[in-house]
């Protein structure tokens, strides 16, 4: 609610309205051909990155052959990352022929910024390790849902380490998530 105050008092009356509630009664505005163009790709990406992260998994798992991998999990991940690495090159070139480099868009850092960037790259490789391990055990959905389980922990640690208090709501939700988490994973019989 209070977001909403804030938000509230930072838009004047000539500011074009930012969600529906304020149209309420108005006719709808005009959306600029730009603004649409935006909306789509903001869209197309999400999509794209909706399949892509819920497939992982089940190509993960339809990889193994009688609850093994046939090839090594290491050279695997190592060439997704490339393959990633590759991609965000590709797209880093394409906004360089259409923008050019900018202060935004350039690849240069001082080394106290990049002197930062190995840890959670390396805590991101044995997370992507993992996985392969978590689902000799684990099937496709069953990890998917064991997944939301970093959300819960990630509240408690940003509650720990940056001592934010969070909010009634927040810890209902947490809960919640936890209960459903669990619940999911009982054995049936």
């Known amino acids: 609610m209070e977001y909403r105050k804030l938000k509230d008092q930072d838009q004047d009356e000539s500011s074009a309205p930012g ?24 869209s197309a990406v999400t999509i794209a990155l909706t399949f892509l992260t819920s497939s992982q998994a089940i190509l993960i798992v339809w990889s193994k052959r009688a609850g093994k991998y046939e090839y090594s999990v290491t050279p ?66 069953g990890y998917q849902i064991l997944k939301n389980f970093n959300i819960i922990s990630t509240g408690i640690l940003y509650r720990i380490i940056v001592k934010r208090k969070l909010s009634e709501i927040q810890w209902a939700a947490f809960i919640i998530l936890c209960a459903g988490c669990t ?3 009982l054995n049936p019989k």
């Not at 969600?19 to 903001?42: N, T």
């Open 183 to 185: 619940t999911a994973q």
């Open 19 to 42: 969600d529906l509630e304020s149209l309420r009664g108005k006719p709808i505005p005009a959306v600029s051909p730009v603004e649409l163009s935006k909306w789509k790709l903001k």
């Open 76 to 141: 695997a991940n190592f060439s997704v990352e490339a393959l990633k690495c590759a991609m965000s090159l590709a797209a880093l070139a394409r906004i360089w022929r259409n923008a050019g480099v900018t202060e935004d868009n350039s690849l240069s850092a001082k080394l106290d910024e990049v002197i930062v960037y190995p840890i959670p790259a390396f805590l991101y490789l044995v997370k992507n390790l993992l996985q392969y391990y978590v689902f000799v055990y684990v099937d496709a959905p």
